[in-house]
């Protein structure tokens, strides 16, 4: 299978593609709109800043094919600040305007923790994922070859908040408060962590997107 | 609630080789980096670092070729420093699947750099390495070094760190060139003035002989400890190393 993966010039895109390459997949690196509204399986990675993220999308006429995708059902995937994205909007530096295709907003990881005290931001830990909004585990998701407990690394300054909580896939613990680990919503799949900087668990949930982008 | 830390591997390149020194001088060469690095992935470590420790005295940074091959197979986070000087080299050295950079020299010979490769590529891909050694001048302080141990700045470690915050460092990874390559602990007091100066992560390396020295390093506030000597020598394993941190009440990683 074929996995395009969207480039607007703000990651380290190679450890993406080494991931699905090691389950055997093809991958397209591409900026153009028309490789995104004809792709299988899209990835949207990301690093750094929420509205230089938008606004290489938007400068590469990328945010109407994303949404297209996401509408008819294209399994999509985004991590980091590719998670952060698909919500409807962020806090970082102002507010601004993300894809909207989950509900909900990304807000700054408090400075102190639930005691009170300082603590660390960002928030640079491998850390478990917990099944979240009320399920009992992971069984018939992406996320469902993890054991709750797993641990996968994560590398954020903001956090994102659905506002339904059965969006909310996976949750992690990050001074004794939840933050949102991995958000779903419809055929869109968001992850905070890295999965392709996780070691096997991270590669167990790569195969998984594989799969249901197969099905 | 139970504090965890990461541990990384520190990787000394000299031109193609693995290399290690005492104090940073005396260098060793140990073998082929990527065969290390390899190894220590699959023990289960949790960062791999990777530092071309003589780049700066040459203006270049030789490890692409080293990081390109590592990421092949490795699916853990890797940062390197050694010799980036600006925004293109860091660009480049991303591209060949980085996802952090560690600066010093440049950064104390021109600070905006920090900034700058913060606006780039956020603040959590600026990591802002110090080479502390004890001031004779200044007790009870500790000057930045840089060229790898040879030249002195004339900052004060504790407050270099909070500027480099300041200007952008989303986390710091300090080294005590007076305790590297001797194992025989870490320098805490450095470690628990740079941790309580600064919110961001701090990496603190230079010094670890066993888990015990990572378990007195988390303590004294260490949010992850790099580890050369002890692994490199096979003096411990990683999974080792993570069972003696655990057994000190630290949590670690479970692999």
């Known amino acids: 299978m074929k996995v395009t993966i969207i480039d607007y010039g703000l990651s380290n895109l190679l450890s993406v593609q080494h991931a699905f390459a090691h389950f055997g997949a093809k991958t397209l690196l591409t900026s153009k709109p028309e490789d995104v509204l004809a792709a299988d399986a899209l990835v949207l990675p990301g690093v750094g800043a929420f509205q230089d993220g938008m606004a290489g999308l938007e400068k590469l006429g990328l945010v109407e094919p994303i949404r297209q995708k996401a509408a008819a059902g294209t399994p999509l995937l985004g991590i980091c600040l590719g998670m952060q994205m698909l919500f409807d909007e962020s806090e970082e530096f102002g507010l601004h305007k993300g894809l909207g295709l989950i509900p909900g907003r990304v807000v700054k990881i408090p400075d102190t923790d639930a005691d009170g005290c300082p603590q660390r931001v960002p928030h640079i830990s491998w850390n478990p994922l917990y099944p979240g909004g009320s399920r009992a585990d992971f069984g018939g998701t992406v996320l469902a070859a993890v054991q709750p407990g797993e641990e996968c690394y994560f590398i954020h300054s903001y956090e994102a908040k659905p506002t339904d909580e059965t969006d909310c896939l996976a949750f992690t613990v990050y001074g004794g408060r939840r933050i949102c680990a991995a958000a779903t919503h419809g055929s869109v799949l968001g992850c905070q962590f890295h999965p392709e900087k996780s070691g096997e668990v991270g590669l167990k949930i790569i195969e998984e997107f594989m799969k249901s982008a197969d099905r | ?255």
């Open chain 2, 1 to 255: 609630m139970l504090k965890k830390i990461r541990l990384i591997a520190r990787l000394d390149v000299k031109d193609t080789n693995l290399v290690k020194g005492i104090q940073l001088e005396g260098l060793r060469k140990l073998g082929d980096p990527n065969a290390f690095a390899k190894e220590y992935y699959e023990q289960g470590i949790d960062e791999l670092l990777y530092i071309d420790i003589v780049a700066s005295l040459y203006n270049r940074n030789n490890l692409s070729d080293i990081v390109r091959k590592t990421v092949d197979d490795v699916y853990i986070p890797v940062c390197v420093g050694g010799g980036l000087r600006s925004v293109e080299d860091v660009r480049h050295i991303l591209a060949m699947g980085a996802d952090k950079v560690a600066i010093n020299t440049a950064a104390i010979k021109r600070p905006e750099l920090i900034t700058e490769v913060a606006e780039a590529f956020g603040s959590q891909c600026m990591v802002l390495s110090i080479q502390a050694k004890r001031s004779r001048t200044w007790p009870g302080k500790w000057e930045a070094y840089y060229d790898n141990g040879r030249a002195h700045s004339g900052y004060d470690v504790v407050e270099w760190a909070k500027r480099g915050v300041a200007l952008g460092a989303g986390e710091i990874l300090l080294t005590s060139v007076d305790n590297e390559g001797l194992q025989q602990g870490m320098d805490l007091e450095l470690i628990e003035a740079v941790t309580k100066a600064v919110n961001v992560p701090v990496i603190c390396g230079g010094g670890v002989g066993c888990g015990d020295d990572i378990v007195d390093a988390a303590n004294a506030g260490a949010d992850a400890v790099a580890c050369a000597a002890v692994l490199h020598y096979k003096k411990e394993n990683v999974q080792e190393l993570k069972d003696d941190i655990r057994a000190g009440g630290v949590e670690v990683r479970r692999v």
